[in-house]
């Protein structure tokens, strides 16, 4: 009788669908392990009893940045369940490798320490551009110095020690579209970096049109319900080896349970990028109808985000939501709504703000899961705070507006 313990089959990745690869990309190997659930490894340290071979071990990490075999050494270098969550963003992503990190600020950091140990200071890139990212690379903290264009000036403005062009699409906040396909070919042989926070690889995936680095605030829609933080980079091996060096000599790791929670928020991230997408695109129409608002911003590529301009006081419209909260972030499972000019970019100079577009009257909106009709409800009332003369738009009446895209 043949008592052989039957083995899982081996697992194969061809051309697996988006929301497949969500589901099971990292987990590959847990029912080979007899897992369904990924387990968590909280250990700081490894023990080891042949230093020799340690030694050997690190000194390989200190030259090639790859990541070591066998077991852990220490959890600067590497955690296994922060590896489940890089192996799958990767996959989603489609790039050969990911590098996590503590946020999307010390994601982008690395990028730019790793392109100015190679003497390649100077970055070009493009507004508008989430404010704390606008301010790194302006304010010289790392030694690194910013040359700001539209995407017709990127060729021009390229040095010899050019090390990144940058760009955010669709941009925060005015949720601004730029042609990554035509970008990337005015950057020539100087890597491409697409923030692709807001679009996700369920609505984009940058490297399939010539981005050779792919930026997420992971805190934001890989997450997806406003409890952990973390920043992941997206890249092929060479670089991501880099910055794996970096990241253990900065220290900006990613703590294995926020590794954990993220892995379980790509399940559903096309799932939630979807439903939610849905919701913001009805709510993009209705304000666009509505004589209060000015002027309404959603991309062709479509997403979750809304950006729109009011008539009047837009503090007001912050202080009168009650079902929508009033917070900064996005990509949860709730609505938020802010307003750029006070939080998000309030440290960008207030010509630079004005000039990407970012006015004192626009309000921007993450859209949740809630139900659009209780959205559109709070949303309505809200805007009727605002002092503006204009007449609240009734539940059956119509108006013009501007839907402005891109």
Known sequence: MDTETPTAPPVTHRSRALATEAVHAGRDDLAALGLHTPPIDLSTTYPSY????????????????????GPPVYARLDNPTTARFETALARLEGTESAVAFASGMAALTAVLLA????????????????????????AGLLGTEVTWTDPAGIAEAIRPETGLVMVETPANPTLAEVDIRAIAHSCGSVP??????????????????????????????????GDVMGGVVACDEEFASVLRKVRFATGGVLHPMAGFLLLRGLSTLPVRVRAASA????????????PRVARVHYPELGGAMVSFEVHGDPHRVISAVRLITPAVSLGSVDTLIQHPASISHRIVDEGDRHASGVGDRLLRMSVGLEDVEDLWADLHRALGAQDTGHPAAGAG???AGLLVRG
């Open 50 to 69: 042949d230093s020799r071979a340690e030694a050997e071990r690190i000194d390989t990490f200190a030259a090639t940045g790859a990541r070591l075999e």
């Open 192 to 225: 491409l970096l697409v923030d692709n926070t807001f679009a996700t690889p369920v609505l984009q995936r940058p490297v399939e049109d010539g981005a050779r680095i792919v930026l997420h605030s992971a805190t934001k829609y890989l997450g997806g319900h």
């Open 279 to 290: 919701s913001a695109a009805e709510l993009s129409r209705r304000l666009t109808a509505d």
């Open 397 to 399: 009446e119509s108006a």
């Open 115 to 138: 392109r100015a140990s190679m003497g390649l200071r100077h970055v070009v890139a493009v507004r508008p551009l989430y404010g704390c990212s606008d301010h790194l690379l302006g």
